[in-house]
Structure formats: C-alpha cells, structure tokens
C-alpha cells in the first residue's frame, strides 16, 4: 500500500507502522521505548508524529498504516509535546546522559535544554555484584526495554519493572541481582538500554575512569 | 555506533565459539577488544548474540596468551624465535619424512580454524608434504553426520536455514540441549516456542527447552534408533506418509516400511522407556504438520550407530516429504564456529573440498596439476587411526592445530600414549594446555578475533571473519604459519592472504564457484553458490544430489550402544556443554564466565542419590571400565533415573577419563554419550572462592 511521509510517496506492506513508513523513507522520528527486535511497546510517548485527520498527534510505533494515509513528522506540536518528554525525562536524571546513549542522541537532536523544572532526581544505586552486567538504578527511565529484551529476544524472563511513578525502575529476579535471578548473562538487556542504566561492566569501568 | 567515541573502532566479525555463526561487532579502544555487540542484521543472531559471543573475550589478552614460539631443548620449554621454531619444525619434518616417507606424518586441523587456514593446511600436508594423513575435530562430533546426509541426500549440510526454525509449525529436538550449546539458536526456538511453534523434545535429560515444548521423550542414552525407527512405525502405520513424495524422490521406501514394522510402540518403549503413548503422539504430532524440522546434536551423532540415527532421521523426512521446501529443515547443530567448514574445505582424509574423494581419477587431476604435485589415490589416516598409528610406532610426526585432543578425546590414557610416542609433536595454540605438554614445539596463533577469513556456520553459510586487533606478540595466523613452514619445506604457498585463498577454493571447487568476499558482504552466502553468486538457503528443492537425483531411505534396525549398565557399573553417563563454557574451556575459563560457573558438577537423580546416600555438593567418585574421577554432585530432576550427567570443560576433571574407545561404526566419531559408570561418595566438597574476574 502506498503512504506519504512528509509529502513523500512510500511503498509499505500491509501492517506497517507509521514509524517503519516514516524511516522507509528516511525520515528520523525519535524514539525511546522502540528497538527493532521487539514487538512495538507506545509508552515513551516521543515517537510522535501528525496524521491527517487525526484529533491529535499519535505515537508512530503503534499506529498502523492506512492506504494514503499523510504522516508528518515535523509537525510543530508533536515536536513540542515529544520534546516536553524528552524534558521531563532528564529533569529527574542525576546528571545528563553519557553521549554515546540514545536518550543522548534524541535529546540533542530534539533541542532539548537544560530541564526547566529542578525537582527530586534519582540518587546513585549501583549494583556491580555480576561479572558483566552493571545496573545504574538511577539512569532508568523506565522504557521497558531490557525486561522485553530479556523476554521477547532471549526468554530468560530475569527482568522485572518495579515501583510506580517516580520510583519505577527495572530489578533482576526478586530484587536480588542477575545472578540470583533466571539471568542468561547474554546481555540483551545492555545492549538494548538507551540510557546505560544497565551497562556492560567493561564499559562502565572505561567510564569510570573519565575516559568518555 | 562509527560515531560512539568510547571505541577507535569497530570491526563486523563472526563469532568464533559455536556453529549458529552469529555476526559480532567488536569495538577495540587503544587495540583492545573493549566490548562486542551483535550486529543487528546477523542472518543467524538478528541482532542477538550469548554470554560467549558477548562478553567472553577477555581471554585474548590473559598474561599467559602464547606470545612467543616454545621450544622444547632437554625435557624443558624454552621461549625461540620464530627462526629457531621453524627450522626446528622443517628440520624434524624432513628428516622424518626422508626416514620414514611422508606417511609417518599426519595433521589435525582445527574446526576453530578459518576455512582458508584448513584449506592452506590441508593443501600443505597433501601437496607439500605428500600424505593425506590430514583430519579435523570434527571426527568426534559431526562426522555421523556428514556421513549420513551424504549418503541419504547427497550433501553434507543443513537442509535448510535457521529461518526455518519460525517457519515450522512443528520442531522435533534429538539429542541436543540447544538453549546451553546453541544459546542464539535456543533463544529462537525458544521464543518461536512461545509464538505457537509445537517443540518436540527426545533427550535422556529433560533439557529447558522441553519446559516450552508440548511433549518430551526421555530415553535411555544409545536407544535413539529404537525411538526414530518406532517414529517412523506409526507414522507409516496410520497412513501420515507422503505417498507421491516417496515415489518421485526416492528409492528404498519399502525396506524401511518392512523394517519398521517390527518397531511397536510398546517395543519401543521396553527399548527407550520412552512411554508407548508418546510415541505415538510425538509421530502424529510430526507426521501431521504441514511443516516440520527436525534439529540434532552429539547426543544423536556420539553414539556407536550414530551416523545411522541420522539416517533415520532423513528418513522421517523423506517418508513425510518434510524436506525442500520453507519450515522443513534437517538441521545438524554444529559444536564449533566451523565444523561445517574445516570438513568442507577438506580438512579430511578421503576428501578434497565438498567432500570429493581422494581416489576421484578426474579430482584428483584437478589438484595435481593445480598444485603442480603428484598424489597417492588411497585415503588418509582417520584421527583415531592416527593415533594407533602412533601408539604402534608408524606415524612419528604430528602436528596439531587449535585441538586440545589430550583433554577433548575419549580414552585420555591412549592419546597420552600416542602423544608421548612421537618422536616429533608441534602444537599450535593461542594457550599451552594438555596436549602442548607433549609438544616439541609450541607455535603461537592468533585467535578469531585477531584474524581474517571465513567461517561457514551450522546453516552452510560462509561469512567474513575480520580481524578486530592485533595477535599479542609474536603470535602469527595460522596462515602466515603454515606459509612460512611450507617456505622451509621447500614450497612456496602462493596467497598474500585469506581472500587469494578463497580465489583458488571458488576456482577448484564447483560447490563454491561464485564465493567471493565482496559477495559475502554481511550477510555471508550459503553454499552451492552459483557461479553468478545465487546461494542456496534451502536445498533439494528440485532434486537430491545423488546419481539419479533420488534420496535414499536406510533400512537400518536399532543395536545395543557399545556400553551398557551392568551390576558393578549401573549408571550411564552422558557428557555435554554447559551454557557459560565452551567445550576443553581454554577460552572461557580465562573470563569472567568462570565467576558464573566456577567448577563442574554431576548431575543425578534424587532417586539414585537417595540409593547411593548422596546430597547436593558431596564429592563423589565415578569410576568406568576405562577410568576414574572425582567430582561433586548435584541432584536435579533434569536427568533420568538411571543416568549422570556432566561437562567436560574442566581439565581438573578430567571427565574423558572415563570415556572408552567405543565409537561409530561408519566414522570412527566417539561413543561420549554412553558410558556405563558407578557413583559413590567419598566426600563433602570444600568450594574453592569464586575466581576474580580477568580484566
């Protein structure tokens, strides 16, 4: 079926999202709670984009084409709202994401500043017992993607989000660690972690070291 | 990740450790390996990869890596230069070989290896030494299979590709603990298990995936041919045979169906103690998919008649015409990065690449005047025969490529016999280990991720190896290796490096005609490759690849496996891997894998522990015909009554020990699986600290 990102014609297959239309065609969407390897989540509310016809912009990796459906991405109020996200996300960060992570590149790229809101941030808790894998409590923003990670890529099913609201985070087993809990050590949850709240133990030793 | 600045930079490489062949992004800083990431369009991994793949590299740069040639001068190792090294290997080669011919020579090439390090060594033993007294590793894993899918169908591969395993409806599993061995490929059968795929799993432990799975047969170890051939009873018996399948494609239906009569369900299960209900589902639960795959391991391969279980297992395709076509793969779990690829690049005996024989008149030309030498027509010695052969005095010289045979080996005190032997032995290695200790010369290679070339994984694919840093030292490849020892003896090997080897194998090798590495790219190429560059995903679609283009069924009856429990020796044990570690264990017992599983264990069943006064963490003594060791013990539900299970990645184990000379009757491959032995406590285990973690 045939699509328009931005006023460009693409050719998609039935059951794609606007998300696949948009970067089909090479337009860059922001996203957080999206990794290709997994079924789409919605919840990092930053994919968005405008649809024509619709009340009010929609999260593009949940949003099934439609035969000429229009898909902006430039919209100025999904960019707004994207970037609010993306704002209040960081305001509740210790300090900014390392530049290698995601959450790097789509708070750049948005033109997210400094938060303007100064409220609670997460205090520091790290937990190193794991020859591997290092979680950074602190740097979760919650997105999902390493428990889905862990359970749609591996099936070790180790992974838990925990806590509501300010306090969500992500846990391994019952709070006890990797390697108490049904963990593989295969690291898909590292690798897929766009803010090293989990990290790869070599790696946060480099940083560490203030070699970033 | 060009643009992540932690890394100076990343290399797209394939995974040296099992033969799923996932496609790894190694990120070096400062010319380390720092870290490595699945690359995401990996045709084998999409984007996934294990704990070996992932983390287990710090190996690379343990202190006690081989950096230097060893040699041996009054009963000690002395570090040389690569000078001394190879006039010491040129010296003893020649003069062995002016002796006592070239026969008295023999080589075993590492499935670890490239396919252009195996193809240049087994170049260098037929042509420039003059023998074909050449084997790989191989030999004790998937030579049944090689052999079996040769004779049955006509190729020795994969029928099809790991994307079969989510185009199937139905997977049987023979023999395999995939989520532990084949961790990428487990996770695919696991998650395709949880989107609706039907697993069917037949093992004597009950392994994870039969957790995910709708039935499980647990058999006793070697009764494999009574549950295939039991299979493939009912599935004729209630008619789930594909009738004009069978009679366009094949030849030798009725013979089996004659055979099979005789394998009753209830027979079956006096056989396996595999219930005679379960059998009959697992049958029907094959034998009416629309599409079916049947994957297998060692635990079906390892076996006296393990060739012939996988030609029973072609048989249930063929009777069913499950084969060919997108879901219906038979599909042999390769245990090394190139099992599949050191066999076909004739690091063999018998043949040349693809599995030519050696006394093929018109082959055998084709080499001749490509390399400019003469050659005998008969085969090569076998690994086995080759150690035999040493033991008796008749083959004085080997050398040994990345294959720790003193560790990995059934009946350890004969290869030590054979080892201490030869009046010349050169290792090559990236770490001194068991066999190394009866070495003449220690030569240093480099590991995969210091190297280039390709690896061919469990699916026929050949994929780009590229070297991510530099070998430590003076270590070399194992190709400028065998280049600089064929300078020595007199013959230069005309390759600047991997990708001018690759012209010659594309050149001399039809089943290889269009492989280039341009054309491999990222996504690799799975062989035939047409001249034009087509790969074959799926084969015999059209045809098998034997004269006449028809498969041939076997007709071949279930025989007791070469050991069996008795009074004194009750138990049967069974080998295999765990997740954490990779085979002898040189590589992951120096990484942090070892802080996850720091020392092994037997595996027991309560109601045999209970019989024998055995807790969890005792130390017991398991003695065999053949040997004893010690180890402590666990008692878990995942194996049978009546049987023990352990790895044998631990040289403090020793658990080869145990293991007799018994072995398949058609390739000499190792009964490991079927060792009767007794269990009997001697102590309570004292746990040594978790070993710190290596940086």
């Known amino acids: ?212 | 990740m060009s643009a992540d600045r932690r890394f100076d930079a990343t290399t797209t490489t394939t995974c040296g450790y099992c033969g799923v062949g996932c496609r790894l992004e190694a990120h070096a800083r400062g010319g380390r390996i720092v870290s490595i990431s699945p690359a995401e369009d990996g045709p084998a991994n999409k984007g996934h990869t294990c704990l070996k793949g992932r983390f287990a590299h710090q190996y690379t740069r343990a202190r006690d890596r081989l950096t230097a040639p060893l040699i041996r001068e009054s009963g000690a190792f002395r570090i040389g230069s690569w000078d001394e090294a190879l006039n010491r290997v040129a010296g003893e080669f020649l003069r062995i070989k002016a002796e006592h011919g070239a026969d008295a020579l023999a080589g075993l090439a590492s499935s670890r290896a490239t396919n252009e390090d195996c193809y240049v060594m087994q170049r260098l033993f037929r042509a420039v030494i003059g023998t074909h007294n050449i084997d790989n590793c191989s030999r004790v894993c998937h030579s049944p299979t090689s052999f079996a899918l040769r004779k049955s169908l006509g190729l020795s591969g994969c029928t099809g590709s790991f994307d079969d395993i989510e185009a199937a409806q139905v997977l049987l599993i023979v023999g395999a603990n995939p989520t532990a061995a084949h961790p990428v490929a487990g996770a695919r059968m696991k998650q395709a298990a949880l989107k609706g795929l039907k697993l069917v799993t037949a093992d004597p432990r009950r392994i994870e995936l039969a957790d995910y799975g709708v039935l499980h047969c647990g058999m006793r170890p070697g009764t494999n041919a009574a549950f295939l051939n039991g299979l493939a009873h009912v599935i004729i018996r209630d008619g789930l045979t594909e009738e004009d399948f069978i009679a366009e494609r094949t030849d030798g239906f009725e013979a089996v169906a004659d055979l099979v009569a005789d394998y009753t369900p209830v027979e079956v299960e006096r056989i396996t103690g595999i219930p005679a209900a379960d059998l009959e589902d697992a049958a029907h639960i094959y034998g009416e998919a629309d599409r079916a795959s049947i994957a297998w391991g060692l635990g079906v391969t390892e076996q006296r008649y393990g060739s012939e279980c996988v030609q029973m297992i072609c048989n249930l395709a063929l009777m069913t015409g499950k084969i060919g076509r997108p879901g219906c793969a038979l599909m042999p779990l390769r245990g090394q990065n190139n099992v599949q690829g050191s066999s076909d690049m004739g690091a063999l005996p018998d043949t040349f690449t693809a599995y030519r024989s050696v006394g093929d008149e018109a082959t055998a030309r084709l080499f001749e005047d490509r390399w400019g030498v003469k050659m005998g027509r008969e085969r090569g010695m076998k690994m086995p025969e080759m150690l035999d052969a040493a033991v008796e005095g008749r083959i004085k010289a080997m050398w040994i490529c990345g294959y720790d045979i003193a560790q990995s080996d059934p009946d350890v005190e004969h290869v030590v016999a054979a080892l201490s032997n030869l009046e010349f032995l050169i290792v090559q290695e990236i770490f001194e280990n068991e066999t190394s200790s009866f070495a003449h010369v220690v030569l240093p290679a480099a590991s995969f991720l210091e190297k280039s070339g390709t690896f061919t994984n469990a699916e026929r694919r050949m994929q780009v190896v590229e070297a991510a840093a530099a070998p430590p030292g003076a270590a070399k490849t194992d190709l400028e290796i065998y280049k600089l020892v064929a300078e020595r003896l007199g013959s230069e090997l005309p390759y600047d490096g991997p990708e001018d080897v690759m012209a010659e194998i594309a050149e001399v090798t039809p089943h290889f005609a269009g492989v280039t590495y341009e054309r491999m790219g990222r996504r690799g190429l799975q062989w035939p490759v047409a001249p034009d560059g087509t790969d074959s995903p799926i084969l015999y679609t059209e045809h098998f690849e034997l004269a006449g283009g028809k498969a041939h069924f076997a007709a071949l009856p279930y025989k007791p496996p070469g050991d069996e429990a008795t009074d004194e020796l009750p138990l049967i044990l069974v080998t295999g891997r765990r997740l954490e570690h990779y085979n002898v264990g040189t590589m992951t017992r120096r990484t942090g894998n070892l802080a996850l599983f720091a020392s092994d264990w037997l595996e027991i069943h309560p109601e045999d522990a209970e019989e024998l006064g055995i807790a969890s963490g005792d130390v017991v003594e398991v003695r065999s015909k053949n040997g004893r060791i010690e180890i402590e013990a666990q008692v878990t539900e995942r194996i049978e009554p009546g049987h023990v299970f352990t790895a044998f990645h631990f040289p403090e184990v020793r658990t080869n020990l145990l293991v007799g000379p018994s072995a398949d009757v058609n390739t000499s491959c190792p009964e490991y699986k079927v060792v009767a032995v007794s269990v009997e406590k001697t102590g309570v285990a004292e746990r040594p600290p978790l070993a710190a973690t290596v940086a």
């Open chain 1, 1 to 212: 079926m045939e699509v328009f990102v931005d006023g460009v014609r693409v050719e998609v297959e039935p059951g794609a999202t606007a998300l696949e239309a948009a970067r089909l065609a090479g337009k860059w969407v922001p996203t957080l709670c999206f990794d290709d390897r997994m079924a789409p989540f919605g919840a990092c509310r930053v994919c968005l984009v405008a649809i024509e016809g619709a009340a009010a912009p929609v999260a593009s990796c949940t949003t099934i084409c439609q035969e000429g459906m229009q898909i902006e991405t430039t919209d100025e109020r999904a960019q707004r709202i994207a970037r609010n996200v993306a704002e209040l996300v960081l305001s509740e960060l210790p300090e900014p994401p390392a530049g290698h992570t995601e959450l790097a590149e789509v708070v750049e790229r948005l033109g997210v500043g400094e938060p303007r809101w100064h409220g609670t941030v997460h205090e520091a808790k790290h937990d190193a017992r794991h020859p591997y894998l290092v979680f950074q409590h602190e740097l979760c923003i919650s997105c999902g993607r390493c428990v889905r990670a862990c359970d749609e890529i591996q099936g070790a099913f180790a992974l838990t989000a925990t806590g509501r609201g300010f306090h969500s985070n992500v846990t391994a087993g019952l709070d006890s660690g990797f390697q108490e809990s049904t963990c593989v050590s295969c690291g898909a949850c590292a690798d897929t972690c766009p803010t090293d709240a989990i990290t790869e133990r070599f790696l946060f030793e480099l940083a560490e070291q203030g070699s970033e």
